[in-house]
């Protein structure tokens, strides 16, 4: 994990090295994006290892990793919204003497999924810091946290993985190669993509290439077997969106074989370039794709949009 952060996360591997090695640590941290997980274990464990930083091999690291240090107390308001109640134990709870003898710690991810009762709550906390007490906190959208706690927290980014990191995590857990590239452009951590490759996402695979096989050799079956293969099993709006973002990435394959460029469907290669479709259409039948991912969004019927498209492409 050490060596992940440095690589990965330099900004944040560096500020807190510095911080810890001064000891000059704030009393809470606030840590923005989709990709917290490793960041934040390896916080905790630094304000509890006795090594400047996170050794990742003590007794008490370990605890940490496997949600088995006494002394901390997690909520994650994606689960369940933070509410005044969940402050009001956190303060309660360390009140009493310490479990493990060391530092306490209160973990709050998805911070911004709080009630504003809730939040004034913590924001008291925030105000009078009680020594060997640690606040550390995630937050995917920083601009619903309110302005006055966002000033008493360390603010640091957190970058997405690289596709690079991605694939090759995916490929070392045995998920085929083309799997692992499309889950690299449709996710932005590797949770996130192991969380997506399930039945659905293996359908939609499948799916994705009989759409392109109708649209440009069948075209008279195209709506039928969506609306029979597709639209019969999924209809619900994210599904619908997943498909469309994997379908975008097929077609712009079609237009990588025309220009000998490395694909991510790289099973269905012989297909690509049997496909005879001038660069202009396809690019205008990408944009109609990405349109309707767009109009999606909005409350339009899905099936009627999906209609929509099949007809304008």
């Given at each position: 994990?050490?060596?992940?952060?440095?690589?990965?996360?330099?900004?944040?591997?560096?500020?807190?090295?510095?911080?810890?090695?001064?000891?000059?640590?704030?009393?809470?941290?606030?840590?923005?994006?989709n990709?917290?997980?490793?960041?934040?274990?390896?916080?905790?464990?630094?304000?509890?290892?006795?090594?400047t930083?996170a050794?990742?091999?003590?007794?008490?690291?370990?605890?940490?990793?496997?949600?088995?240090?006494?002394?901390?107390?997690?909520?994650?308001?994606?689960?369940?919204?933070?509410?005044?109640?969940?402050?009001?134990?956190?303060?309660?709870?360390?009140?009493?003497?310490?479990?493990?003898?060391?530092?306490?710690?209160?973990?709050?991810?998805?911070?911004?999924?709080?009630?504003?009762?809730?939040?004034?709550?913590?924001?008291?906390?925030?105000?009078?810091?009680?020594?060997?007490?640690?606040?550390?906190?995630?937050?995917?959208?920083?601009n619903?946290?309110?302005?006055?706690?966002?000033?008493?927290?360390?603010?640091?980014?957190?970058?997405?993985?690289?596709?690079?990191?991605?694939?090759?995590?995916?490929?070392?857990?045995?998920?085929?190669?083309?799997?692992?590239?499309?889950?690299?452009?449709?996710t932005?951590?590797?949770?996130?993509?192991?969380?997506?490759?399930?039945?659905?996402?293996?359908?939609?695979?499948?799916?994705?290439?009989?759409?392109?096989e109708?649209?440009?050799?069948?075209?008279?079956?195209?709506?039928?077997?969506?609306?029979?293969?597709?639209?019969k099993?999924?209809?619900?709006?994210?599904?619908?969106?997943?498909?469309?973002?994997?379908?975008?990435?097929?077609?712009?394959?079609?237009?990588?074989?025309?220009?000998?460029?490395?694909?991510?469907?790289?099973k269905?290669?012989?297909?690509?370039?049997?496909?005879?479709?001038?660069?202009?259409?396809?690019?205008?039948?990408?944009?109609?794709?990405?349109?309707?991912?767009?109009?999606?969004?909005?409350?339009?019927?899905?099936?009627?949009?999906?209609d929509?498209?099949?007809?304008?492409?």
């Amino acid at each position: 994990m050490r060596e992940y952060l440095k690589k990965n996360q330099p900004i944040f591997y560096n500020l807190i090295n510095n911080e810890f090695s001064q000891e000059k640590i704030p009393h809470a941290f606030l840590l923005v994006g989709n990709n917290t997980e490793k960041p934040l274990n390896f916080l905790a464990m630094s304000l509890i290892c006795d090594e400047t930083l996170a050794c990742m091999k003590c007794n008490d690291c370990r605890k940490v990793l496997e949600n088995k240090y006494g002394d901390i107390l997690k909520f994650n308001g994606k689960d369940i919204s933070i509410k005044k109640g969940d402050i009001e134990l956190i303060q309660n709870t360390f009140k009493k003497s310490s479990l493990e003898g060391k530092v306490k710690i209160y973990i709050i991810e998805n911070i911004e999924y709080s009630t504003k009762e809730a939040m004034n709550t913590l924001l008291k906390m925030l105000e009078e810091p009680e020594e060997g007490i640690y606040a550390l906190f995630t937050a995917q959208n920083i601009n619903r946290v309110l302005p006055t706690i966002l000033s008493r927290c360390q603010i640091i980014d957190i970058k997405p993985d690289s596709k690079e990191i991605i694939v090759k995590q995916l490929k070392n857990e045995n998920i085929p190669d083309d799997v692992a590239n499309i889950l690299s452009f449709l996710t932005v951590d590797i949770n996130e993509a192991r969380e997506l490759y399930d039945e659905r996402f293996e359908f939609m695979q499948v799916q994705v290439i009989n759409f392109i096989e109708d649209l440009y050799f069948k075209r008279n079956n195209l709506i039928i077997n969506t609306q029979t293969n597709l639209l019969k099993k999924y209809k619900e709006r994210n599904d619908i969106k997943l498909f469309l973002n994997m379908l975008v990435l097929a077609m712009k394959d079609v237009f990588h074989v025309k220009h000998q460029q490395k694909i991510l469907y790289s099973k269905n290669i012989d297909l690509f370039k049997t496909i005879d479709v001038s660069v202009e259409n396809l690019i205008k039948q990408i944009e109609l794709v990405l349109e309707t991912i767009y109009v999606i969004e909005s409350n339009a019927n899905v099936a009627l949009l999906m209609d929509s498209l099949m007809y304008r492409l």
